[in-house]
T-cell receptor
Framework: QKEVEQDPGPLSVPEGAIVSLNCTYS??????FMWYRQYSRKGPELLMY????GNKEDGRFTAQVDKSSKYISLFIRDSQPSDSATYLC????????????FGGGTRLMVKP | ETGVTQSPTHLIKTRGQQVTLRCSSQ?????VSWYQQALGQGPQFIFQ???????GRGNFPPRFSGLQFPNYSSELNVNALELDDSALYLC???????????FGPGTRLTVT
């Protein structure tokens, strides 16, 4: 079993929809949680990071962490075709967050 | 643009050969991490370099080795290439403490 699980999708939604992307993890030692977006043939781009449980909002994006359930989510409001990409969750044991453990990624397609 | 560059973009090698991949860090960053991303998978941490020394390593054999230079650029060397080494190799630069890693576009390695 992988340490971080993520539904590979693809997830197809109409433009303007609210998108929910999720990851589960098995190691309770993870303290920092990140979401990356990866466009085709590009490197991952950091969207947001959160520490421990709770919510964090940045524009159309909201990250949510539930450590008791070992479950994290990323919500995208008013989704746009430009949001079409693969979304990767990643986790770290400490704030020297260089040694990341990634999920497998969820491919999102937002249709005009 | 993150400022992290990688070369070459694509590479085709034969099983058993050796390969060297290169990465230039974003200005001001002293830490470089390398990841392997197989097709349809999330990135897997290979190792991290800080001040020219290996500062952490994932579950990769010793035939994966690296260097970091005084200007913080880095190389990833893979000896005795195997077919399963075919992947996108990503480098990410950061400060040692801090969660913001900036990824380069990657080098796509194909082993035949």
């Amino acid at each position: 079993q992988k340490e971080v699980e993520q539904d590979p999708g693809p997830l197809s939604v109409p433009e303007g929809a609210i998108v929910s992307l999720n990851c589960t993890y098995s190691n309770s030692a993870f303290q920092y949680f990140m979401w990356y977006r990866q466009y085709s043939r590009k490197g991952p781009e950091l969207l947001m990071y959160t520490y421990s449980s709770g919510n964090k909002e940045d524009g159309r994006f909201t990250a949510q962490v539930d450590k008791s359930s070992k479950y994290i989510s990323l919500f995208i409001r008013d989704s746009q075709p430009s949001d079409s990409a693969t979304y990767l969750c990643a986790m770290s044991y400490n704030n020297a967050g260089n040694m990341l453990t990634f999920g497998g990624g969820t491919r999102l397609m937002v249709k005009p | 643009e993150t400022g992290v560059t990688q070369s070459p973009t694509h590479l085709i090698k034969t099983r058993g050969q050796q390969v060297t991949l290169r990465c230039s860090s974003q200005s001001g960053h002293n830490t470089v991490s390398w990841y392997q991303q197989a097709l349809g998978q999330g990135p897997q941490f290979i190792f991290q370099y800080y001040r020219e020394e290996e500062n952490g390593r994932g579950n990769f054999p010793p035939r994966f080795s690296g260097l970091q230079f005084p200007n913080y650029s880095s190389e990833l060397n893979v000896n005795a290439l195997e077919l399963d080494d075919s992947a996108l190799y990503l480098c990410a630069s950061s400060l040692l403490t801090g969660l913001e890693q900036y990824f380069g576009p990657g080098t796509r390695l194909t082993v035949t």
